[in-house]
């Protein structure tokens, strides 16, 4: 079957483009630290509030911008709607910010059949997002970690902790954090990002109702890209997945 065979009839060419949900960072971008090249103002991706901003390589801004004309491309990130906003690539189509708590439509519309089941999700969750909280503060008396509960339209919907220094201080957290979760949450650890989502909320979920209530979509070519190993169940909805050479994903791999 030809793309053009499989895409419904009457559509606008730009809707016969492949649709590619992509992760952002460690993805397309990554923080300066993490640059492999020097950084340069011309590829700033993204602001960060902290100073810390994200920057793409040569390479990978020309994949992006070349990308941004070949598909339809659907940013998929734990970014809440107020990260993705201070993010310089100019995407044109649907959105899937927190991990996949908000879906906003072309015009920045929020999903509202999605804000409403993210909701009950989220009043079941809170809870226990507070518990981790506070039992984080708890183990933080000399501020090695900066932590907070990611919010949409007021309602919260994860628990991330970040380290202040190295990486590996996140392991004196990792434990009991996991413990105090249980089944209600899925643990996320990749680099300095140790978060906690609610069952229920996720990229795969959000990617999945996408597809499920957008026909062109469901019709067409789907590609998906990222780095995490909780990238790989929103991945496995396309027709292919692509994985950065040095990631979390990658490197999961080469064990085997
Ligand atoms: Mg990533």
């Not at 590619?20 to 630290?33: E, G, I, N, P, S």
């Not at 991706?45 to 491309?73: D, I, P």
């Not at 890209?225 to 990238?231: H, Q």
Request: charged share 20%; net charge negative.
């Amino acid at each position: 079957m030809t793309p053009t065979d499989a895409s419904p009839p009457g559509l606008p060419e730009s809707a016969q483009r492949p649709v590619l949900f992509t992760d952002l960072d460690d993805t397309l971008f990554q923080t300066a630290r993490k640059m492999t090249e020097p950084v340069c103002a011309s590829r700033l991706a993204a602001e960060a509030t902290n100073g810390h901003h994200s920057y793409m390589t040569v390479s990978q801004a020309a994949m992006t911008a070349w990308l941004l004309k070949a598909t339809c491309l659907v940013p998929v990130t734990a970014r809440s709607t107020e990260a993705l906003s201070r993010c310089r690539i100019p995407f044109d189509s649907w959105k899937i910010a927190s991990n996949g708590a908000v879906i906003l439509s072309p015009d920045g519309k929020i999903e509202r059949d999605w804000s409403h089941h993210i909701s009950r999700l989220s009043g079941e969750a809170e809870a226990g997002l507070e518990a981790l909280n506070a039992e984080t503060a708890k183990h933080n008396a000399v501020e090695r970690f900066r932590h907070w509960i990611v919010r949409e339209e007021g309602r919260p919907i994860y628990f991330c902790v970040k380290s202040n220094g190295e990486e590996a201080w996140l392991d004196d957290l990792e434990g009991f954090l996991r413990t105090l979760a249980g089944e209600q949450f899925v643990y996320h650890r990749n680099g300095n990002n140790l978060s906690f989502t609610p069952q229920g909320i996720s990229k795969r979920a959000a990617v999945a109702h996408l597809i499920d209530i957008r026909s062109e979509i469901r019709h067409g070519i789907i590609l998906a890209m990222g780095d995490s190993l909780t990238d790989l169940p929103f991945m496995q909805l396309a027709n292919m997945m692509m994985i950065p050479p040095a990631s979390q994903v990658a490197s999961a791999i080469g064990k085997e």
